[in-house]
């Protein structure tokens, strides 16, 4: 019976703590922090994920603005956008809900918002900041990983850690603040050879794919951490779930997170502290 990290119940007790911090805000500062969100299109994910962070803004006391966009917006009506809210004096936080539609270059987007608003950690010079181990904003997925596993009492120091993906937003940068934990760091991806042999040797296995139940008992060592990134629909029920086989795999891991109500709340609670810390930032 492994012990179940529940990003629900965590995210829960921090967002309490951040609500009681905002309160004391506009005494201080004559205002609370701001937080837009740019939603290009109507894909569902999307629009839930974008749902789920106007309600944790509620939650914490955050003023949040959600401008939605058609898919039909040109790359230039986007860009001046983003152009409007870096010169908002009022504007702390900037993100751009992710993917955007293919005509638009979302590289491009993500490099117009001023660095100092980059609530994901999207920003070139903040990924920069974060493999040179420079103070930055770190990406809101990656974050919630490490509070989970050292909220659990996970030793990270020294034990292996594999990491199945290598996307900009959780596989890259979760792996090196794996490795800036002071953990040995295997990054695995599509074109690994023998992945049930590299993901055997996990002591921490941290699944970042997008693949329903991709990750099978077979693959996990008994004791083993197993961190679940993915939020996937099954195919068979319909229902909600990750990138592991949950029921086969929790009877064999030490410590596990669910889908839903782990990594998902989570990052959604690290994405409302970094636009605190943009905000207070900028007194
Ligand atoms: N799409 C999926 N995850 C993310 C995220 O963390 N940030 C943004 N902007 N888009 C996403």
Redesign the pocket.
């Known amino acids: 019976m492994a012990k179940i990290i529940s990003g629900k119940e965590l995210s829960a007790k921090l967002k309490a703590e951040m609500a009681a911090e905002v309160a004391t805000f506009p005494a201080k500062y004559g205002r609370v922090p701001h937080l837009v969100v740019i939603l290009v299109g109507e894909d569902p994910?999307?629009v839930s994920?974008v749902t789920g962070k106007a309600k944790a803004s509620a939650e914490v006391g955050i003023r949040n603005t959600t401008i939605r966009k058609p898919d039909t917006i040109s790359e230039a009506e986007l860009l001046e956008i983003v152009d409007q809210l870096n010169a908002d004096p009022e504007v702390d936080g900037i993100?751009?809900?992710?993917?955007l539609p293919k005509h638009i270059n979302s590289d491009k987007v993500i490099a117009a918002i001023d660095k100092s608003k980059d609530v994901?950690g999207?920003h070139p010079l903040n990924v920069a900041a974060l493999w040179q181990k420079h103070p930055c904003t770190l990406?809101?997925?990656p974050k919630g990983i490490i509070k989970m596993l050292k909220s659990a009492g996970v030793e990270i120091a020294g034990r292996n850690a594999v990491v199945i993906g290598r996307s900009n937003?959780?596989g890259l940068p979760v792996s090196k603040l794996l490795l800036d934990e002071n953990a040995t760091v295997t990054t695995a991806h599509s074109r690994t050879r023998n992945l049930g042999e590299v993901t055997r040797k996990a002591e921490i296995l941290v699944v970042a794919i997008g693949r329903p139940k991709f990750v099978t008992a077979d693959m996990v060592s008994d004791g083993a951490v197993v961190i679940d990134v993915g939020v996937n629909r099954d195919p068979e029920t319909g229902k909600l779930c990750g990138d592991v086989d949950y029921a086969a795999i929790e009877p064999k891991a030490s410590v596990i997170t669910p889908v839903p109500g782990g990594v998902g709340p989570m990052?959604i609670c690290c994405?409302m502290e970094n636009t605190i810390e943009c905000f207070l930032r900028r007194f």
């Open positions: 994910g999307s994920y993100l751009v809900q992710l993917p994901d999207f990406p809101c997925t937003i959780v990052t994405l």
